[in-house]
């Protein structure tokens, strides 16, 4: 018995100087180490990747959204600021591969839709100035291909397309667009666009009620046809029926505190991520059922540092890898799910 206590006194002691030590020294491994012990007492589904990106100093401005090309392995990244590039290219290891600032303004959100034949990334531009109130479709070399909106002009008209203060967009592989128009503007509006880009259907207006909006911040698609809205002004996920935008109810019990940012779902199809920019905190829920939405239900958690300011996040479909774009922390960070959780990914 006694050399139990003294194996286990000494697995403690060895525990709290690895603690100690990685604050003092700031080695990244041993961070890394620390973080997975202490959190898989709380039987967390992430880790923190530390080695990502390999070079941090690219990240030069307020970096307000990410997105993942889960088919190429790239990680797009959009900051804001003076005299700096405003969208960076990596890969999902960290690499830093290039960047650009043309055509850009104020970038909001982005998502990347690659196919075999293109690489493509789509970002939302919130600026005031000739390229603002817009939603522009960029090849991975910054070569702008496509403008939806009326540059630099806000509005609310289908014909033709205008927007004031796009927030994100979600773009379904077979080419269907779902854009969330009014981070603040005029317009309190979810859109969706086909691949020839033809409006299919519009939902919302200012408001609380059903299908009414404040402030639509993000957007996405689940696997069984839904779209969910994070209705941040309201505090509440709304969600709606992919091919007629009925609306299919909303989720607004787990939002007391604050409303959500962002939101997107893990490719096991278990959970969904919401981020919570003033509180510095992603929310881990539980995915609804089939045939219907059923009631929020927060399983876990991860609680931010203060003024981190997580805005969008977006995850890797091959991995399972969240990303968070960190306006507060002026980086993105990477989370890693423990194999233990998600033994169908490949590493």
């Known amino acids: 018995m006694a050399r ?18 990685s604050r003092l020294s700031g080695s990244p491994f041993l961070r890394e180490f ?6 898989r007492t709380e039987d967390v589904l992430y880790r923190l990747d530390v080695g990502w990106p ?14 993942v ?16 590039q405003k969208v960076l290219l990596f890969t999902e290891d960290g690499y830093f591969l290039r960047a650009w600032n043309h055509t850009v303004d104020l970038p909001h959100g982005m998502f990347a839709s690659s196919t075999p034949q293109e690489q ?10 000739s390229f603002g109130h817009t939603v522009k ?14 540059p630099g002009q806000r509005g609310a008209g289908l014909n033709p397309l205008q927007f004031d203060s796009p927030a994100e967009l979600y773009v379904e592989d077979a080419g269907d667009i779902y854009i969330v128009d009014g981070d603040g503007g005029l317009n309190n509006r979810l859109v969706k666009l086909s691949q020839d880009l033809t409006v299919l259907w519009l939902r919302g207006e200012r408001g609380a009620g059903p299908a009414e909006f404040h402030v639509p911040h993000s957007v996405t698609v689940d696997s069984f046809g839904r779209v969910w809205v994070a209705d941040r002004g309201n505090k509440r996920v709304q969600a709606f029926e992919k091919d007629t935008g009925a609306w299919l109810g909303a989720w607004d019990d787990c939002f007391a505190e604050e409303g959500p940012s962002s939101i997107r779902f893990t490719p096991d199809g278990q959970h969904a991520v919401v ?60 989370y890693v799910p423990l194999k233990s959780y998600f033994p169908s990914f490949r590493f």
Not at 34 to 39: E, K, P
Not at 54 to 66: D, L, M, Q
Not at 137 to 150: A, C, E, I, P
Not at 276 to 297: D, H, K, W, Y
């Open 4 to 21: 139990v206590w003294l194996c286990a006194g000494g697995a403690g002691c060895l525990l709290v100087f690895l603690v100690l030590h």
């Open 34 to 39: 620390v973080f997975q012990i202490s959190w």
């Open 54 to 67: 390999k070079h941090s100093e690219y990240f030069t401005g307020a970096t307000f959204c990410v997105a």
């Open 69 to 84: 090309d889960s088919l190429n392995g790239l990680v797009y990244v959009a900051q804001r600021g003076d005299d700096i």
């Open 120 to 129: 493509a990334v789509w970002i939302t531009d919130v600026g005031s100035g």
């Open 137 to 150: 479709k960029y090849n991975s070399f910054g070569d702008l291909v496509q403008v939806l909106g009326t």
């Open 275 to 334: 981020a919570q920019l003033n509180l510095s905190r992603l929310l881990f829920l539980a995915a609804p059922p089939v045939g219907g939405i059923g009631s929020c239900s927060v399983r876990h958690s991860i609680q931010l540092a203060d003024q981190v300011s997580p805005h969008l996040v977006d995850v890797s479909r091959q991995t399972g890898a969240i990303y968070v774009a960190e306006i507060g922390a002026k980086q993105v960070q990477k």
